[in-house]
Each structure stands twice: as structure tokens, then as C-alpha cells.
């Protein structure tokens, strides 16, 4: 019988760390933690599978899968706590958490002090001698389980939760700020109410019964994996619908038992910078929302970050040191316990954790550990450390490398002279690291509003994650480190300032005030998630000085390759700025964009309107200099590598003007009449240009332009050559769909070549070769190989010839497809490894079983998306051609790809 319930406690665990694929990360490692000897509350785990049969088959179906297990697993919380689940004089209370195998924090539902009721309350206040507490826990309980199972929701977005608008009005009645200055008659009046409003809106009754209560929570963590937030998250993180989530069903530990309990977060290292400190936020007398959720100010846990966060936030010492002391401060014994505790962990795991931790009358207690969420700086800097300090090896250290979150690093930063003239409106906390300036909006989902946009939120909630994802950066008045906000806009690589107090926010007539300023829906902001500055308007930026770190894993990079990375360039400068990222060559350099400056434009025209050969060679006599130039400085810069060229490929009519006033000015250039100029333009207009008279066709149909380039490709070579510079051509025939198109090419090309030696009296060497991006070229690439020196798999005509998807009209239909399920990923960012994977693996094999030693890359798009990358890699392929800025992603990602494949 198949087993679905899995427990933990008092140092014996069912499970370890490496079950995550069925426990979840979360029970994972609260498994692993009794296992190592961590104080860690009993409980148990239902597996990932459940979730799965939950989803497909039912409420009912899940249910009696696992009741058996459950009640059982139930019953040793009772025997290891010496409680009872249900009895009025000595509950038994539990936590109901999610827990998806990688870490979606925010995402998911969580219901604490669950097995509460109108008895269990005051059996809880007898036993605890602290009624407060108890009854402190009784409203949290309904609070939470009305909102996460019964949803009691916001009836709109400018509304608070309904919940907390009671809480609300309660406060301004009995002339109260804090939730800790509610009498024990208030938590009680709070009950009432918050049970009134859910008979109200809900139609129904709260539940007394436990084991009720017990599997209403279990289902809505089930249901908050389908949840739209939820499946948001999973989408721009890539993860897999079918995982599901795990449910941690564990004893209750209680941080608001009075001044000798807390609770807080911490992180073994800083998740913002990766510097080697122990940081985080704890609250005396508190539960753990109330933490991450930003209503009352955290605390730092020590000593040292209180003292950094008092600088920040403009405290003076003696305010820190009676108002907001360090955990440190407050309670040394349980600091120095939790310092050795976070020590060890990190350890065994040989990564950041991020701990979640409650101490209940003076007893130290673990509720979770998971490798921490960083920004794309701290998991260079971490890794960079961690293997200097000797915990990890440079293979470990370089998979532990992200690719896409490189792409952070590379992101501009507030130009420090412009800092200076600067006027900073409010302080924060660096949340978050980066640079973000943008137009205010208030609500997540209007964040799209405006190209780029500044979210600001009082605080924010996992509904808000899309709003989040789209904004340049994040702005809330509460909130800390570890608050909502700033654990996820670090997972993001998002810009974040939190807490910035002095930020008064007006939901209703969508204002911000800062001291007398205010600041409407669409007024320019500026936040700086290093220093946690807000500034007025829009500030300059400038690129980043990438540091030293980022060098060695670029270093660890070139150790572990095989697979060479190339760059898409078509200009020195984008060339030079690949290759001081490290790239080894040109993969795609497209004439076609040299072609429309000033009086290049002006020949390109003339050469397309002519009607004689004649014509049409002497219009490209006149392209041929700019050419030659053009490619000498590409030749340049990529001094010592492969460049490849690709020939002319779009359709003549992208040249011509469609405009009456230019067509007449270029009539007249050309002493034609305006209605020649016409007939020419309509001549050249196609059904559908994407499979019309372009690439290889435009060569075979006017061979004149294939000689032209040909010629300005070869003259740039022996031009640099002359200087004693190592220029290395590589021209590339596109569009090709069976040899003999090929053929043709090549003796236009190799003809012109040989024509250029003569004249110079001089030779260089070239590489002659093609784009496969026609399926029936990669079906027939045996026969195509004869012809070539190289094939370069143009993924993106590629994947539209292969797929039928037109790309531009493919968001008409694509975004259907992916919410539907039809497609896991889009075609055109990620590779289509089945299908279009499945053509150039046998391109790869058919074209060098003629030739062995055929160099075949890859120079759509794909060659930057990490997935794709090791694809390519797998199939043999000698290098990917990604844009500039892609090339420190490929180059990680070519890296590991091989580690992985050897």
C-alpha cells in the first residue's frame, strides 16, 4: 500500500533531505533537521502525490487516500506533546503549511493555532496560566482560517482586509495603536465579530470541530497550489504544474506567550549583498506573520545589524538600545543557542539557509530551513566565499550559479554624480539591491499602466506578485527585511525599499504623501535598493563595475566548458562588448541592418528599382565601400575569432519607402517618374514575405548582391591582414532548402573570392557555410554538408517552420496556449527540444556523418536561454551565439551543461 503520510519528532524522522521531489523542501528538511539533532516541534508531512490526486481526482479521493495515516500520524503529535486533539482542557494545536519541493515563498496558504475552539480556548488560558495569550491566539486562528479556508477576502482593491478593518475599528474605539494593547475582553469582543462577519459573508457558521477544521486547511494548501498567484510564480520560475505541494501539519509552538516568547526569520548570510554575516528580524510576544507581514517594526537579531539598521533608519543609540533592541541584547542565552544552531545548519547543508524560528517561554524551537532566496549579487559573492572558505569545491560552486540571475548584475546603476544633485524624499531599508526609476501606481495590477513603473504598496501580499514582476522596482511604507516584499523582490533580482515610514499611503484617492509632498498615480520616483533612498523624478544611470567576483565564475566558467560561446553582433561596439564578456567569436552578424543609414539607403533603393544588371551593379559599386568599412571594424574587434556573416536575408521590400513624400524624393533622385517608383514598390509586395523571395532566393534571383558581399567581406579580411590583424571570415548563405540552392551560392561566392585573390595578389583563409533553419535542410543535411564548412540552426525561422507559428502574430494565440497547458514554455524563448530539438540533433548527425569534423552552432535566440543552451550541448553542438549581454548567461550555462553531461 502505497505510503502518503510521513512523520517527524523528538529526533526521528520517516524522511530526509533528499526527498524533496515527494516531501516537499519544506518537510524535507524539517525530516532532515530531528534527524541532525535541531529543535524542531513534531508533526508530519502528506506527500506531493496527494496533491496530485487531490487535483485530478478530488476533494474525497484525497481525503480517504490518507485518513488512516493522518489520524495516526495525529496521534503521535498527541503522544509526543502529551496533548489531545480536541479536548477542551488540554488541546492539541497544529500549524497547516505548504511545501512545494522548491521554495515559493509567499505563495501558499498557511493556518496556525488550528484545533481552537470556545472550549479548546480557555483549556489553552487554564493550562498556559496566560488568558491573553490564549485568547490572542483564538482571534489569530479565526483571522487566518476565515481568510485562507472560508476567503475573506477584500471586497476591492482599495479595501483592507476585512479582518483587519475590524481589528480597525476596535483600536480607534478603545484609543488603542498595537495589537498587543487589546485586552483580554477585547480579543474576546475581536472573536465574536470576526465569527459575525464569516456567518455574514460566508452564509455559514466557523467550525468547532477540529478534525473539521483539520482537513479544511489541509485542502485549501491544495487549493493554493492553483491558486493565480501560485501558478504566476510557477510560470516566470519555470516549475512544473505536475510537482505539486507537500502539507507540514506540525505541533504548535507559540512566540506570543508574553516577554520571555518571540518569533522571527533569519538568513546565515545577507541575501541582498552575500556578505558572511548572520541577519535577520524577530518580534517579542508575537506569531510569525506578523514578521514578514510589516504591521508591527521587527527588530534585528543582532547586535551589530541593529546598529546598521538604526543608521538607516535615523535612530539615535539610545532610542535603538530602550525601543528596539537586538535579539541579541534582549535574550543572549537563546542568541548565542540560535547562533549555533544557524552555524551548524549552514554546514550540514553547505548553503545560505533561511531559518524560521520561534522561541515559546524561553525554549528555542526551528520551524523551517531552506536554501535562501538572493539577489543575482549575493549568489556570485556566496559562492565566491563559500568556496574560498573551502565548504564547497569550484565544480559545486559553479552549479550553484544561477545563469539567468547574472542578468542582475549586468542591470545599469544610479550614476553617482547624478546622485548628488539629487533630492531624497524618504528613507527606507535596501531591501532589495538595484536602481529603479519609474511612475507611481498603487495597485498590482495596474503596474503595467506605464513602461516603466514604481509599485508602491502600504505593504504587499502574494496577490500582489504580478504587479511585482512587471514593476521596475518596489516602494512600502511597512515592512523589513524580511517582510513580503523584500523576500520576494530579492528572489526576483527586483529593487525594493521597505519600510519607509515616513511614506503615508491613501489607497482611495491613490496619493502618497511624504512630509507635505505629495505624489499622484503617474508622478516620477526613483528608489535605490542598496541604500534605501527614495529620490524626486528620474535619475540618470550608468553601467556597473561587476567586481572581481563576477571574473571568477567567468573563470570557473572557461574551466568546466566545452562548448564555445559566440555573440549576435552587427556593430565593434557590440562586438567589443561581447567580447569582454568572453565571448570566442561572431555566431550572427546580419547585414541587413548596415544598410539603412544616410546614403546607404539612398544606394540600397536605386540597386532595388533598377531594371538591368547594370543598374543594379552600379547601385552596389556604391554599397560596397560603407560594407568593406563595416566589416573591418567587426573584423576588429573580434581579432583571432570566427565571424560569421550572414548575407542578405530579409525581402527588398523592407528597404523601399511606403511613405508618398520619400517615394517622390527618391523618384526624383533617380530621374523616374513617381508612378515607376510605385509600380516597383507594389511589384515587390508578397502574400507572405517570411516564406516569399528572401535570403538565399534574393542571391540566386540578383547573384550581383551575393558577389557584392562576398567581395566587401573578403577585401575587409586582406585589408586587416595587411595591418597584421587575424581576421577570420566566416560567410553564411541563409535560408536554404536543398543543396543545389546552396551550390549556386557558393560558386557566386567562391568565383568572387578567388577573383579578389587574384587582384590583390594575396589569400586569406575563409569558411564557407549555412543557416538551417528550412526543416527540409536539417531533413536533408547529409546532402547539404557536401556543400558546406559549417552549419549555424537559425532556431527562430526554425522553430516557425517547424511549429507553423508566425512569430509576429503569435501573441495572438501563444499566451492561450501556455495558461492552457498546450504548451509548457514559449517556443520562441525556450527551445522546442522535442520537435525542433528533435531536427537539429539530426542535422547534427546527418551533416557529420559526410563530414566528421563539421562545426555546427546555433545563433537563434535559444543560444542565450540556459534550457536550451544545455540541449545543445548535449547534442554535440561546437558553440551557441546568444546577444551581447546573454553572453556571461550561455557561458555559465555551456559550463554546466557539461558538468552535467560528463
Given at each position: 500500500m502505497a505510503k502518503y503520510v510521513y512523520t517527524f519528532g523528538?529526533?526521528?524522522?520517516?524522511?530526509?533531505?533528499?526527498?524533496?521531489?515527494?516531501?516537499?523542501?519544506?518537510?524535507?528538511?524539517?525530516?532532515?533537521?530531528?534527524?541532525?539533532?535541531?529543535?524542531?516541534?513534531?508533526?508530519?508531512?502528506?506527500?506531493?502525490?496527494?496533491?496530485?490526486?487531490?487535483?485530478?481526482?478530488?476533494?474525497?479521493?484525497?481525503?480517504?487516500?490518507?485518513?488512516?495515516?493522518?489520524?495516526?500520524a495525529v496521534a503521535q503529535i498527541e503522544e509526543l506533546t502529551g496533548t489531545s486533539f480536541g479536548s477542551k482542557d488540554n488541546p492539541c494545536l497544529v500549524s497547516v503549511r505548504s511545501g512545494a519541493r522548491v521554495s515559493m515563498p509567499g505563495m501558499m496558504d498557511t493556518v496556525l493555532n488550528l484545533g481552537l475552539n470556545d472550549l479548546a480556548?480557555?483549556?489553552i488560558g487554564k493550562k498556559s496560566g496566560n488568558e491573553w495569550f490564549a485568547w490572542d491566539?483564538?482571534?489569530?486562528?479565526?483571522?487566518?482560517?476565515?481568510?485562507?479556508?472560508?476567503?475573506?477576502?477584500?471586497?476591492?482593491?482599495?479595501?483592507?482586509?476585512?479582518?483587519?478593518?475590524?481589528?480597525?475599528?476596535?483600536?480607534?474605539?478603545?484609543?488603542?495603536?498595537?495589537?498587543?494593547?487589546?485586552?483580554?475582553?477585547?480579543?474576546?469582543?475581536?472573536?465574536?465579530?470576526?465569527?459575525?462577519?464569516?456567518?455574514?459573508?460566508?452564509?455559514?457558521?466557523?467550525?468547532?470541530?477540529?478534525w473539521?477544521?483539520?482537513?479544511?486547511?489541509?485542502?485549501?494548501?491544495?487549493?493554493?497550489?492553483?491558486?493565480?498567484?501560485?501558478?504566476?510564480?510557477?510560470?516566470?520560475?519555470?516549475?512544473?504544474?505536475?510537482?505539486?505541494?507537500?502539507?507540514?501539519?506540525?505541533?504548535?509552538?507559540?512566540g506570543n506567550m508574553g516577554n520571555s516568547s518571540a518569533t522571527g526569520v533569519a538568513f546565515t548570510r545577507d541575501a541582498g549583498t552575500g556578505e558572511d554575516i548572520f541577519n535577520g528580524e524577530y518580534l517579542i510576544n508575537a506569531q510569525g506573520e506578523d514578521v514578514v507581514?510589516?504591521?508591527?517594526?521587527?527588530?534585528?537579531?543582532?547586535?551589530?545589524?541593529?546598529?546598521?539598521?538604526?543608521?538607516?533608519?535615523?535612530?539615535?543609540?539610545?532610542?535603538?538600545?530602550?525601543?528596539?533592541?537586538?535579539?541579541?541584547?534582549?535574550?543572549?542565552?537563546?542568541?548565542?543557542?540560535?547562533?549555533?544552531?544557524?552555524?551548524?545548519?549552514?554546514?550540514?547543508?553547505?548553503?545560505?539557509?533561511?531559518?524560521?524560528?520561534?522561541?515559546?517561554?524561553?525554549?528555542?524551537?526551528?520551524?523551517?530551513?531552506?536554501?535562501g532566496k538572493r539577489t543575482g549579487a549575493a549568489m556570485v559573492k556566496i559562492a565566491v566565499d563559500m568556496l574560498e572558505q573551502g565548504m564547497i569545491d569550484e565544480k559545486t560552486a559553479l552549479m550553484r550559479i544561477e545563469a539567468n540571475k547574472l542578468d542582475e548584475l549586468l542591470h545599469p546603476v544610479f550614476d553617482t554624480e547624478a546622485l548628488k544633485s539629487t533630492h531624497v524624499l524618504a528613507k527606507g531599508l535596501p531591501a532589495s539591491p538595484g536602481a529603479a526609476t519609474g511612475q507611481i501606481v498603487f495597485f498590482a495590477d495596474e503596474a503595467s499602466t506605464y513602461e516603466n513603473s514604481i509599485l508602491v504598496r502600504i505593504e504587499t501580499s502574494p496577490e500582489d506578485l504580478e504587479g511585482m514582476n512587471i514593476a521596475r522596482g518596489i516602494l512600502t511604507a511597512r515592512g523589513g527585511m524580511t517582510s513580503h516584499a523584500a523576500v520576494v523582490a530579492r528572489g526576483m533580482g527586483k529593487c525594493c525599499v521597505s519600510g519607509a515610514g515616513s511614506v503615508k499611503i491613501d489607497y482611495k484617492t491613490r496619493v502618497m504623501t511624504i512630509g507635505d509632498q505629495?505624489?499622484?498615480?503617474?508622478?516620477?520616483?526613483?528608489?535605490?535598493?542598496?541604500?534605501?533612498?527614495?529620490?524626486?523624478?528620474?535619475?540618470?544611470?550608468?553601467?556597473?563595475?561587476?567586481?572581481?567576483?563576477?571574473?571568477?565564475?567567468?573563470?570557473?566558467?572557461?574551466?568546466?566548458?566545452?562548448?564555445?560561446?559566440?555573440?549576435?553582433?552587427?556593430?565593434?561596439?557590440?562586438?567589443?562588448?561581447?567580447?569582454?564578456?568572453?565571448?570566442?567569436?561572431?555566431?550572427?552578424?546580419?547585414?541587413?541592418?548596415?544598410?539603412?543609414?544616410?546614403?546607404?539607403?539612398?544606394?540600397?533603393?536605386?540597386?532595388?528599382?533598377?531594371?538591368?544588371?547594370?543598374?543594379?551593379?552600379?547601385?552596389?559599386?556604391?554599397?560596397?565601400?560603407?560594407?568593406?568599412?563595416?566589416?573591418?571594424?567587426?573584423?576588429?574587434?573580434?581579432?583571432?575569432?570566427?565571424?560569421?556573416?550572414?548575407?542578405?536575408?530579409?525581402?527588398?521590400?523592407?528597404?523601399?519607402?511606403?511613405?508618398?513624400?520619400?517615394?517622390?524624393?527618391?523618384?526624383?533622385?533617380?530621374?523616374?517618374?513617381?508612378?515607376?517608383?510605385?509600380?516597383?514598390?507594389?511589384?515587390?509586395e508578397e502574400f507572405n514575405p517570411m516564406l516569399g523571395h528572401r535570403g538565399c532566393r534574393l542571391g540566386i534571383t540578383y547573384p550581383e548582391i551575393t558577389a557584392m558581399q562576398a567581395r566587401a567581406i573578403i577585401e575587409a579580411a586582406l585589408n586587416l591582414k595587411a595591418k597584421g590583424i587575424d581576421a577570420r571570415p566566416e560567410i553564411m548563405v541563409p535560408l536554404v532548402g536543398t543543396v543545389a540552392e546552396l551550390k549556386n551560392q557558393a560558386d557566386v561566392i567562391r568565383g568572387t573570392i578567388e577573383k579578389v585573390f587574384e587582384e590583390r595578389g594575396d589569400k586569406i583563409d575563409y569558411l564557407l557555410g549555412t543557416m538551417i533553419e528550412i526543416p527540409r535542410a536539417a531533413l536533408t543535411a547529409d546532402h547539404v554538408a557536401a556543400e558546406a564548412d559549417f552549419f549555424s540552426f537559425g532556431t527562430n525561422d526554425l522553430t516557425q517552420m517547424t511549429l507553423g507559428y508566425s512569430r509576429d502574430d503569435a501573441g495572438k494565440f501563444l499566451p492561450d496556449y501556455l495558461d492552457r497547458g498546450i504548451l509548457k514554455q514559449d517556443p520562441f524563448q525556450v527551445l522546442?527540444?522535442?520537435?525542433?530539438?528533435?531536427?537539429?540533433?539530426?542535422?547534427?548527425?546527418?551533416?557529420?556523418?559526410?563530414?566528421?569534423?563539421?562545426?555546427?552552432?546555433i545563433c537563434g535566440e535559444h543560444g542565450g536561454e540556459p534550457s536550451s543552451v544545455e540541449f545543445c550541448d548535449g547534442v554535440g553542438l561546437d558553440y551557441v551565439s546568444c546577444s551581447p549581454y546573454r553572453v556571461p548567461i550561455a557561458r555559465v550555462a555551456a559550463a554546466q551543461a557539461n558538468i552535467k553531461h560528463s
Open positions: 523528538n529526533g526521528k524522522a520517516d524522511g530526509k533531505a533528499d526527498m524533496k521531489n515527494l516531501l516537499g523542501g519544506k518537510g524535507a528538511n524539517l525530516a532532515e533537521m530531528n534527524l541532525i539533532g535541531v529543535p524542531v516541534p513534531p508533526g508530519f508531512t502528506i506527500t506531493t502525490e496527494v496533491c496530485t490526486i487531490y487535483n485530478q481526482q478530488g476533494h474525497d479521493a484525497a481525503v480517504n487516500a490518507i485518513k488512516k495515516e493522518v489520524e495516526a480556548v480557555q483549556g491566539s483564538y482571534r489569530r486562528f479565526v483571522q487566518m482560517y476565515g481568510d485562507v479556508v472560508l476567503g475573506m477576502k477584500p471586497e476591492s482593491k482599495e479595501d483592507i482586509d476585512p479582518f483587519e478593518a475590524i481589528m480597525e475599528d476596535l483600536k480607534e474605539e478603545k484609543g488603542i495603536e498595537l495589537d498587543t494593547d487589546f485586552s483580554i475582553s477585547d480579543l474576546k469582543l475581536l472573536v465574536i465579530r470576526f465569527k459575525e462577519a464569516v456567518l455574514k459573508v460566508t452564509g455559514k457558521s466557523f467550525p468547532d470541530d477540529p473539521e477544521q483539520l482537513w479544511g486547511a489541509v485542502s485549501a494548501v491544495f487549493d493554493s497550489w492553483m491558486t493565480s498567484r501560485a501558478i504566476y510564480y510557477r510560470k516566470i520560475n519555470g516549475i512544473p504544474e505536475e510537482w505539486g505541494t507537500a502539507v507540514n501539519v506540525q505541533a504548535m509552538v507559540f507581514a510589516g504591521t508591527r517594526t521587527p527588530q534585528q537579531i543582532s547586535l551589530e545589524g541593529s546598529k546598521r539598521w538604526a543608521e538607516l533608519a535615523s535612530v539615535s543609540e539610545e532610542e535603538r538600545k530602550n525601543n528596539y533592541p537586538s535579539l541579541e541584547e534582549t535574550m543572549p542565552a537563546l542568541y548565542k543557542e540560535l547562533m549555533e544552531v544557524q552555524e551548524k545548519l549552514e554546514n550540514h547543508y553547505k548553503d545560505m539557509q533561511d531559518l524560521e524560528f520561534t522561541i515559546q517561554d524561553g525554549k528555542l524551537w526551528l520551524l523551517q530551513t531552506r536554501n505629495k505624489f499622484k498615480e503617474g508622478d516620477w520616483i526613483s528608489l535605490n535598493g542598496s541604500t534605501g533612498e527614495v529620490y524626486e523624478g528620474k535619475v540618470q544611470t550608468m553601467n556597473p563595475d561587476l567586481g572581481g567576483d563576477f571574473g571568477k565564475v567567468m573563470d570557473w566558467a572557461s574551466n568546466f566548458t566545452r562548448m564555445s560561446v559566440r555573440t549576435n553582433a552587427d556593430t565593434p561596439n557590440d562586438a567589443q562588448v561581447a567580447r569582454n564578456f568572453g565571448a570566442q567569436g561572431i555566431g550572427l552578424c546580419r547585414t541587413e541592418h548596415m544598410f539603412f543609414e544616410g546614403e546607404r539607403i539612398k544606394a540600397m533603393r536605386e540597386m532595388i528599382l533598377s531594371s538591368t544588371i547594370e543598374g543594379r551593379e552600379k547601385a552596389l559599386a556604391k554599397l560596397l565601400p560603407y560594407q568593406r568599412e563595416d566589416f573591418e571594424g567587426i573584423f576588429e574587434a573580434m581579432a583571432g575569432y570566427g565571424v560569421t556573416v550572414r548575407l542578405l536575408d530579409p525581402p527588398l521590400h523592407e528597404f523601399v519607402p511606403h511613405q508618398q513624400a520619400t517615394q517622390k524624393e527618391l523618384a526624383k533622385e533617380m530621374g523616374i517618374s513617381l508612378e515607376a517608383v510605385k509600380s516597383k514598390i507594389s511589384d515587390l522546442d527540444q522535442t520537435g525542433v530539438g528533435q531536427l537539429v540533433q539530426m542535422g547534427v548527425e546527418k551533416g557529420r556523418s559526410v563530414k566528421p569534423k563539421l562545426k555546427v552552432g
